[in-house]
């Protein structure tokens, strides 16, 4: 069987969120990024070319286009982030370069640029340290690095256009030009920015740049200086107040610079929302603003004012500067003819929509229909869209007041089928309208389907699937069986089943006549996200977020094709049943061949920016369409490798009637006949208007011929008079011209004589100059001669005392050679000796190194026998390890004892520390008595010292008073002994209550130990059963069998795994014991102490074992499901190696699953049991006692 490919037809959508988002390739090829692709659209011929993402791409950051346009400059993220580039004259759009960062780690380029010559390619690293890259990009060579921000962010980079080596970089608080010099690359020029937010910049000559700020401010620097300012904001403040002082809206924010383009007779910026100000240039080398562009208000939506708030994002001019291109942050694509602005009266102008308006939301439903080539989408950007596949249009749109979730297109393509937030509405596709034809009380409608033949339709409510009747309306069948939400629903071909799938890991097979259950597949561990059904409707493939792709069949799995790490959202299948096609939550498209393989193959596709939300194939087989969270419609061409479509059983026509209201057809017809009888009152009056101007031209022409004609004759008689002073004044300069020259002859002759007189005098000083000359040279030499003689008398002179000074340094070297010769003398002897002493030295040194050269042989020979031993105490240790394997084990036993007396100890301890807080509350009480006592003997002893001179009456009352007295202080003193004995009690119980902490510590890291086993044994079985899998296909062939069976053998079963040897450590044996001790140790401590305190805490011990003994019997519950799953289990493995061979491969399947499902018990146990644990631990530290006060001192 044929593979089955995908090939990207047209793409409906923009992707926001990128820099410089929208380019000119040339004047009728615009580029922009759509998914995780860059389309190339020719406006003319409205067809597309795609030039695709990498792989494992996580985004595009930024776009850039040389200004030979030739090459294309891609940003991506991912593991590392990197910078694509691609030759755009070449058919195939080949890939050239990928430049990095190199060793330095980035994380994303936030934007780009070329050089005037295409040779190089700057690229701003993001966040936190905000590096510029320089590179030689034919090369891969990296130039230089500099970091342009510390803060960031930087928004813009750019070239000089006519110098390479000059750079422009634009940012938050940064606005910096750099030169590339002596590899590297150096600030040529500072500007005080620290205020403004520089959202953009370009360059209007070789020295001049205009930048944009956050606050609508535009300035022109030059030549490092700030030379001319604007304030945007303020105009279109002034305009938005007086709009809005009328309709009674609220003041908006300030508008910001966020695109400027420039151009030879200016540039063009934005200036807030939805505005576009066109700037030219003026005489005075100033710019003035001549028109303001606007977005113009949405035809079909409710606030129509909502298309005029979005803030451009990107401006771009064509090659010819004929047209202005716009991209928006909601997604969408505007243009407008610059002519056309000059043309049009007023200040203002509006953009048009560059091919039709896209989605600016998530995609939430997407439908398709038999009789017509119709999509149907809907967004949560509250709008319903009718695309055409055949012509790539957008035939309507309507946008409503809520959100919508779900669309079906009725087969016949006349009905519409949409789930709002607040109702589920049946509307009719009219000629340009959507009107709603019946309301029903379903919420939130998340799922909604028309059956094949139209004369049904499904809508999820919650977990609940309501059959409608479409002639009726009224509610057929209820279908009830899930416990959770529906996620996806599907009708077979005959419309008699319908399958669903939820998140509750259910798939249901549903009769559509009777609504009974027909069959289920339940899964609690994965939480279906997609469904379709085969076109025998016997089979059902479903996906979930197990990240894998399940065939089911009365009611078993029969294959699991995994997905790797990638969640699967959607799944559909070809009516032909040869394909299908999978939507994963990176935005890519996997494309299957059905039967489904044993090995994960499939071809994959960069298509989407986000997770596919819906997927779908047209009626005929030839069209896979997908949706997406980025708000783009993807429509695929289904081919087989060959290049030729998927063959069709009948060759489909299109319908083209249309659905129109009477209401509706008598307005067109009356305003058609309207129209008609304005049309002929038009020409009538047109004619009559021509006839009068006829008249008038007829005149004018007249008038003007007169008026020629004497101007004709005006112009000759002028002409004559012109010709007689031409003559006069020829006559008069040929006079002039012969006085001139004589003039001339005369002071010719003048200027001779006495030039000839003034070289006689010149010729006379010349020869009394050489008189001089010859003078001096007798002098200079008589000087020469004398000082000659006397250099040669010093020269004698100087050589008699050298010479004496000579002698007297040759007599002092004799003297000194002399001493030389003794001190030789005196070296050698020395010399002499020393290498006597060294022989004697290294002779002592070899008897040493001899010895102890004996006494390590004699130890490796002690250590060559002591080898020997521990090999065979290794040999000996190793039986040791398998004993206490067992012993491990019993031990692991011993530790859930171990944790349930935990457990029951640590109930206890809560009890103890209630009855602690009980007491602290007790001993408050007390120390606020005793502090009533003192303040009553304060009383006391004033009431003694005023009644002293009572004395002799009152000595009897005196003396029980001081009785009270004496006996109250002892009653405060054994308070503060009680005092004392409780805080040692609190302090005992702190310190047993970290202890237990501890356990609870190790105890937690053994159970994560024995979690990571379960989990690689998990894998084991999994890849086991893939192989088996594999064996199955050879059960025909009972030699291929057996060697796929040995080489099963082989891979899974080493000798190392039939005697299982693990190296044990005596120290972790010597550990394990010490550690046991402890516990013990600690335990009978705890048990003495639980033994003393029991006659008062006994109330509260009954509570606990009451408890205790209610979480046993749930655990022996547990263990008893946990045996009876065991023994079923092994009975079914029984049962299973009785039946056919034909029947293996399935049981199989059903063993491993019920294995994974004990397993997954377990691990939910084991999960329960660590919850439990931590909300123990938290009791036992909010628990902790507060009152730390001290008792106030008693008074004397």
């Known amino acids: ?58 985004g595009m950051k930024a776009l850039a286009i040389c200004t030979n346009r030739r090459y294309l400059a891609v940003s991506e993220c991912g593991e590392k982030a990197t910078i694509t580039v691609f030759d755009l004259q070449h058919e195939q759009n ?17 934007c780009m640029a070329f050089s005037p010559d295409s040779k190089y390619l700057i690229g701003q690293a993001g966040g936190p340290d905000w590096t510029l890259f320089l590179w030689m990009w034919e090369k891969k060579k990296l130039m230089a690095t500099v970091k342009t921000s510390t803060s960031g962010p930087i928004h813009q980079v750019s070239f000089n256009p006519q110098d390479n080596t000059q750079i422009c970089v634009s940012g938050n608080g940064v606005f910096k030009m750099f030169r590339y010099a002596g590899e590297t690359l150096k600030q040529s020029s500072t500007f005080k920015t620290d205020a403004h937010n520089f959202l953009c910049h370009t360059w209007i000559s070789t020295e001049k740049v205009v930048a944009g700020t956050e606050t609508g401010q535009l300035m022109m620097f030059e030549s490092s200086r700030l030379r001319w300012e604007i304030n945007v904001a303020s105009v279109q403040k002034v305009k938005s107040q007086s709009e809005k002082q009328d309709s009674n809206e609220p003041s908006s924010t300030q508008p910001r610079v966020t695109a400027i383009v420039g151009y030879s007779s200016g540039f063009v910026c934005s200036a807030g929302p939805g505005t576009v100000c066109l700037f030219e240039k003026t005489e005075e080398d100033q710019y003035k603003k001549t028109k303001d562009i606007k977005i113009p208000p949405g035809l079909f939506s409710n606030d129509p004012s909502s298309a005029e708030h979005q803030e451009i994002s990107t401006l771009c001019i064509s090659p010819s500067e004929e047209t202005l291109t716009a991209s928006t942050d909601r997604g969408q694509l505007y243009s407008i003819q610059l002519s056309v602005v000059e043309l049009e009266k007023g200040d203002r102008a509006h953009f ?257 920016a986000g997770p596919v939300t819906k997927m779908i194939i047209t009626f005929d087989d030839q069209f896979l369409l997908t949706v997406s969270e980025d708000g783009c419609l993807f429509i695929w061409k289904i081919i087989d490798k060959e290049g030729q479509g998927l063959k069709r059983e009948k060759e489909l026509i ?290 003694l010292e005023v009644m002293k001179h009572r004395a002799e009456f009152k000595e009897e009352e005196s003396e029980s008073k001081e009785n009270q007295i004496e006996e109250l202080k002892e009653q405060i003193q054994e308070m503060e002994g009680e005092l004392k004995v409780f805080h040692k009690t609190n302090t005992e119980l702190e310190l047993k209550i970290d202890e237990l902490n501890l356990k609870l510590k190790t105890k937690d890291k053994e159970i994560h130990k024995e979690i990571k086993k379960v989990q690689d044994f998990g894998v084991l079985v999994q890849r086991f059963k893939a192989d088996l899998h594999t064996c199955v296909e050879c059960i025909q062939d009972p030699k291929r069998l057996k060697d796929n069976i040995r080489e099963l053998y082989k891979c899974y079963v080493k000798p ?31 048990k003495k102490q639980i033994s003393r305190d029991a006659n008062v805490f006994q109330a509260n011990n009954t509570k606990l074992m009451k408890d205790n003994v209610v979480l046993m019997k749930e655990i022996n519950d547990l263990r008893q499901e946990l045996r009876t799953v065991r023994t079923q289990l092994h009975n079914f493995n029984k049962n299973i190696k009785g039946s056919a061979n034909t029947r293996g491969a399935a049981s199989e399947g059903r063993a491993g699953l019920m294995t994974e499902q004990s397993f997954e018990e377990t691990e939910k146990i084991i999960q329960f049991q660590r919850l439990e644990i931590h909300r123990l631990k938290q009791e036992i530290l909010g628990q902790t006692p507060t009152s730390r006060t001290k008792l106030p001192p008693l008074a004397n």
């Open 1 to 58: 069987m044929a593979t089955v490919v995908a090939q990207s037809h047209y793409i409906f959508g923009l992707r926001t969120g990128v820099r410089n988002n929208l380019l000119y390739f040339d004047e009728q090829t615009i580029i922009f990024p759509c998914g995780n692709n860059c389309v190339r659209y020719n406006i003319n011929q409205k067809c597309q070319k795609f030039i695709p993402g990498t792989e494992r791409s996580q």
């Open 352 to 608: 048009e929509y560059l091919s039709q308006s896209f989605h600016s939301s998530i995609v939430t439903g997407l439908s398709t229909c038999i009789r017509k080539p119709l999509i149907a989408t809907c967004s949560l950007d509250r709008s319903v869209r009718i695309w055409n596949f055949e012509t790539n249009d957008l035939e309507m749109y309507k946008e409503f007041q809520e959100e919508s979730y779900s669309v079906a297109l009725h087969p016949t393509g006349l009905y519409i089928l949409v789930g709002f937030s607040d109702k589920l509405r049946f509307m009719t596709l009219l000629i340009d309208d959507i009107r709603t034809l019946k309301e029903f009380t379903v919420r939130s409608c998340r799922e909604c389907v028309f059956s094949n033949g139209g004369h049904l339709f499904a809508a999820v409510n919650g977990n609940v699937i309501n059959i409608y009747s479409t002639t009726t309306f009224e509610d057929v069948l209820n279908l009830k069986g899930h416990n959770e939400k529906v996620r996806a629903i599907a009708f077979s071909a005959d419309d008699s089943r319908l399958v669903s799938c939820g998140m509750d890991g259910a798939v249901y097979e549903w009769n559509t006549f009777s609504g009974t259950r027909e069959s289920d597949s339940v899964l609690k561990t994965c939480s279906y996200t997609g469904v379709t059904i085969s076109p025998d409707a016997k089979t059902f493939f479903a996906v979930g977020t197990d990240c894998t792709l399940k065939e089911i069949q009365d009611c078993q799995i029969l294959k699991e094709v995994p997905s790797g790490d990638v969640v699967c959202t959607t799944v559909a299948m070809s009516r032909s049943g040869r394909a299908l096609f999978i939507g994963t939550s990176t935005g890519t498209v996997r494309a299957i061949k059905y039967p489904l393989p044993i090995q994960n193959a499939w071809l994959e596709y960069q298509a989407h």
């Open 94 to 110: 080949r890939k050239r370069k990928v430049l990095t960062g190199g060793e330095i780690p980035v994380e994303e380029f936030v």
């Open 1056 to 1086: 190392s795994d039939v005697v299982e040897k693990v190296a044990v450590h005596t120290d972790m044996q010597r550990e394990n014991s010490r550690q046991r001790e402890h516990y013990e140790k600690i335990i009978t401590t705890m």
């Open 654 to 943: 299109y319908a083209e009637e249309i659905l129109v209201t009477k209401s509706d057809l008598e307005e067109k017809n009356k305003l058609i006949l309207d129209l008609n009888t304005t049309v002929d009152e038009l020409q009538e009056d047109i004619k009559h208007q021509l006839s009068l101007k006829e008249m008038t031209y007829r005149e004018t022409i007249n008038e003007l011929t007169e008026k020629c004609l004497q101007q004709i004759s005006l112009l000759n008689a002028e002409k004559e008079v012109l010709k007689t002073e031409k003559e006069k004044q020829q006559a008069a300069h040929v006079k002039a011209l012969s006085a001139i020259l004589e003039k001339h002859d005369k002071e010719l002759l003048d200027m001779e004589s006495t030039n000839n007189q003034k070289l006689m005098l010149e010729y006379e000083k010349y020869q009394e100059l050489q008189l001089k000359l010859h003078n001096v040279q007798q002098e200079c030499e008589q000087q020469l001669h004398s000082m000659e003689e006397s250099k040669t008398r010093a020269l004698e002179e100087m050589m008699q005392s050298y010479e004496a000074t000579l002698e007297e340094k040759m007599m002092l070297l004799k003297q000194l050679q002399d001493e030389s010769q003794k001190q030789v003398r005196e070296f050698k002897e020395y010399i002499k000796q020393e290498e006597v002493d060294t022989d004697i030295e290294i002779h002592d040194i070899r008897m040493k190194y001899e010895q102890a050269l004996g006494e390590e042989k004699k130890a490796n020979t002690m250590l060559k026998v002591e080898l020997d031993t521990t090999t065979k105490s290794f040999h000996g240790l190793q039986m040791e390890i398998d004993n206490r394997n067992l012993e491990i084990e019993k031990l692991k036993q011993e530790v859930q004892k171990l944790q349930s007396v935990i457990k029951s100890l640590e109930k206890d301890i809560t009890g103890l520390k209630a009855e602690i807080r009980n007491k602290d509350g007790i001993m408050q009480d007390k120390e606020k008595s005793i502090y009533d006592l003192n303040e009553k003997n304060s009383t006391f002893n004033k009431a």
